[in-house]
Structures are given as C-alpha cells and as structure tokens.
C-alpha cells in the first residue's frame, strides 16, 4: 500500500485528516505543506467554469489542472476525482483511471456512489488502484437543488450500509458530504477507514474543503463554507495600486528597468 494513504488510515483515532482541493500548481504548492490530502475536484466545474452542474466538466480538461497540480504536490496524497460518465461501467473505468494514473501521476481516485458502483470499485481495487469513496451529497447525480442527507431512516439505513460496502470493498477512506450529524458519527464509529467530512460536522475523521471557498476566491454562501480571509479583496487592492501607479507613471520606475 502506498505510504502516504497508509499514514492516512493511521491518522484515524489519533489525529484528524486535513484535505483541500487544488487545481493549479500555484495553489496547491502553498496547501501541500499543511494537508493530507490534495484533491484535483470535479467542484472546478462550478468553481472555475461557471457550469452549473460537475456533470458538464472533461476528463481532458480535469487531466490538464491535475498535470499543474502534480507540478505543486510533494508531500499530500494527490488524488483526482474521475468526472462524470467515465466510470459508467468497470472496463470504462479502468481505461480511463489508466489514463489519469499515466498523464497526471495521482496517487489515488474518487468515485461517487455505494451500491450502483459496486461492481466499478471491486473491478479498480483489485487491479490496485487507490480509491476514495464519497456518499451523502454527490454532485454528478444530484439535479437541482442540494439538500442534506440523512434525515430519514430509510436514508440514514442506506448510506450506513452503503459506507460499509465500500470499506468491505477496499477504499481507503470515503468522503461524506452534508451527512447529518449523528449518522456521520456512527458511520465514524463503525468503520475502520478514515470519514472525510465535508458539511458533514466535526464527528467525521478529516475535512474537505474547496479552497477557493476557504481563502475567499468565491462568493459562496453554502451554510458549512468557513472563508478564513477575502484574497479577492486582496487581489483588488494590488491591482487597484499597478493601475494607480502606471498611470502616474510611477511604475516602471528606475528598479525595474533595464
Ligand atoms: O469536487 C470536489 O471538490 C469534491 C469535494 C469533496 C470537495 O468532491
């Protein structure tokens, strides 16, 4: 097993698991240093490209952010999200896992689902491959709005067997999004691989997050979104001084000049 998924696994009762997207070098060469896990999202659909569904964004297009990350990533399990439609089958889904393994050099996949990609997670474990699992919310499958899962007993009965399904089937951890509170403890407590929780309370393992979101980059207002500052503002504020200055004629000065 790879080292870095196992130090992962052994964070599980000891301490927490740090995760956060990237999509660029820029970006995921400053988070590497703090997390885990850097995550290549298929959330860029929406974060990046407007679209108002993950379902719209390419593998070619995921494949060209994770070879930019892969440039920033040194001490974080990298991991790539396969996006929508290129895992609807398992020889499907080895091909194209194939690819991204080659072309990006992740360490790992995510799949969304439990019972409906069975057959897909059993085929990729057994020929080695590193997945992540992620329940609860999953975006490729969600059409309008996002509401919370959980609230039922049939929902909570479902996603509990679902998560043990994919334990039993070799991930490595799963990803569970907008999962109330106490099934994502008991789903925690009754598993022995790390619960990565996104909008899913601090009883799960690790957290997620997009960092876009995180360091204010977007307008998001997503209830479980915590923005730890404004770089947008920042970002203004450095553009708003080189246009000042240009237009004085203050910059390029003398040093920066040849
Ligand atoms: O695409 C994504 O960014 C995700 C998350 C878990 C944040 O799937």
Known sequence: MNKKIKQIINKKNRAKIISLTAYSKNIAQIID????????????????????????ISLDTMIEHAKSVRMGVNKSLMVFDMPYNTYKNKKLALFNVKKVLKKTKSEAIKLEGGFKIKEIVKHLVSNNIPVLGH???????????????????????????????????????????????????????ELKIP???????????????????????????????KKYMSISKNIGNAVKRFKQEVQLKKYPNKKYSY
């Open 195 to 225: 619960t990565i929780g996104i909008g899913s309370s601090a009883n799960c393992d690790g957290q997620i997050l997009v960092t876009d979101d995180v360091i204010g980059l977007t307008n998001t207002k997503i209830k479980f979104v």
């Open 33 to 56: 240093k703090y997390v885990d896990m850097t995550l290549v999202g298929d959330s860029m659909a929406s974060v990046l490209y407007n679209y108002n569904t993950t379902r719209k």
């Open 135 to 189: 329940l609860g919310i999953m975006p490729q499958s969600v059409r309008g709005k996002f509401k919370s899962k959980g609230k039922t007993e049939i929902e909570r009965k479902k996603i509990l067997k679902e998560a043990k399904l994919l334990e039993q089937l070799g991930v490595f951890a799963i990803v569970l999004e907008c999962i109330e509170k106490s099934l994502a403890k008991k789903i925690t407590n």
